[in-house]
């Protein structure tokens, strides 16, 4: 069974950093892209980010890009998101989810119960 | 602001069809995926690709394209999916993913 656990979220100063975490099991995960996912309090989803399977191309949000960095350690089955210049607007659930093998890269088959982050001002 | 409309709400009778649609130039070029969300719990995918269900999801599911416009028809709709429903695809550029705003669909 695929799991996908989030950690890392607190409450931040605006300005502030963070590094949120995702730990995978239950598939090889060195043969799937990974990205992460927020939701705002009552708003929509949002996109933020992609890496693929090697960890060597990374894609952003145009609102997160320059302050975001997605990373993953093969080796350990985790998924990271290095979280900078935080602005309250950053303020959400942060899932991490997998993509799909066949469909591209919008396609988001397994998403973990998320890890909250409130950066207030 | 998204690139994919949705409208915000929509209304169902018990065990009629109703259909959630988004609407996109990326849609042109791309699919879209659709998403079921419920308040406290993670998204779940429920149409993908052409017309995909994934394992689990009813086969009262279904997903369609026309255009610039893709659908999300439930077929004997049940309490159980009232939710809100999120379609995605990629971006104009390719170099993105993008979510419409949800449309939120009651079950009367």
């Known amino acids: 069974e695929v799991q996908l656990v989030e950690s890392g979220g607190v409450v931040v100063q605006s300005g502030g950093s963070l590094r949120l975490a995702c730990a995978a099991s239950g598939f090889t995960f060195d043969a799937f892209s990974m990205h992460w996912v927020r939701q705002a309090p009552g708003k929509g989803l949002e996109w933020v980010s992609l890496?693929?399977?090697?960890?060597?191309?990374?894609y952003y949000a145009d609102s997160v890009k320059g302050r975001f960095t997605i990373s993953r350690d093969n080796s350990k089955n985790s998924l990271y998101l290095q979280m900078n210049n935080l602005r309250t607007e950053d303020t959400g659930l942060y899932y991490c989810t997998k993509e799909e093998i066949t469909s591209g890269w919008n396609t988001f088959d397994s998403w973990g119960q998320g890890t909250l982050v409130t950066v207030s001002s | 602001s998204s690139e994919l409309t949705q409208d915000p709400a929509v209304s169902v009778a018990l065990g009629q069809s109703v259909s959630i649609t988004c609407q996109g130039d990326?849609?042109?070029?791309?699919?879209a995926s659709w998403y079921q969300k419920k308040p406290g719990q993670a998204p779940v995918l429920v149409i993908y690709t052409k017309n995909n269900r994934p394992s689990g999801i009813p086969d009262r599911f279904s997903g369609s394209r026309s255009g610039n416009t893709a659908s999300l028809t439930i077929t004997g709709a049940q309490a159980e999916d009232e939710a809100d429903y999120y379609c995605n695809s990629r971006d104009s550029s390719g170099n993105h993913v993008v979510f419409g705003g949800g449309t939120k669909l009651t079950v009367l």
């Open positions: 990326s849609l042109r070029t791309f699919y």
């Open positions: 890496i693929n399977k090697y960890g060597d191309k990374t």
